[in-house]
């Protein structure tokens, strides 16, 4: 099932976040870290109403951000579409026991069926460089691989800016 994440799921998407950190590092991957995300950025998202999970036997799994607000480093993109209204996805995460089972095409599907439902031009995100497997997801999804962008807080290499056309 997926919902909106609560206040009361924090403990628990954080346990994730770190845990996919940590995946990610020991495959050298360095894409996020002790500041990013963190607990605040998650509970803003969780107060905005845009931290969606997916659970299972009421165990939260996994999660995702469906933001309609554009980072200000996006803004120097040029994306496929005009700006009007979008989705960005940020902060996708599956518990690393959980991984591989389709739960991540799970939230991706719902927020595709989500943009459609609400008439959304595209979806918009990023995926680190180093992160083949995620550039793999995305572009098996029908997202198209557009141009970099830098976070020089999380890593010196690029991420890449996808999109979807919806």
Known sequence: ????????????????IKLCSQNMIVNGIFQWNEEYPNAIILANDIKKGELFVVEENQIVLGCIVISTQKDEIYKRVEWLTSDS???????LAIHPENQGRG???????????????EK???????TFSQNQRNQRFYEQRGYQKLQEIYFPMQSKFPFYCYELLI
């Not at 206040?7 to 998407?13: A, E, F, N, Q, S």
């Not at 739960?103 to 439902?117: C, R, V």
């Not at 959304?120 to 990023?126: G, H, K, M, N």
């Open 1 to 16: 099932m997926i919902r909106k994440a609560e206040l009361g799921d924090i403990h628990r998407i954080t346990e994730i």
């Open 85 to 91: 209204i979008h989705f960005y996805i940020h902060r």
């Open 103 to 117: 739960y991540a095409q799970k939230l991706m599907d719902f927020a595709e069926a989500k943009a459609e439902k």
């Open 120 to 126: 959304i031009d595209s979806i918009r995100l990023d």
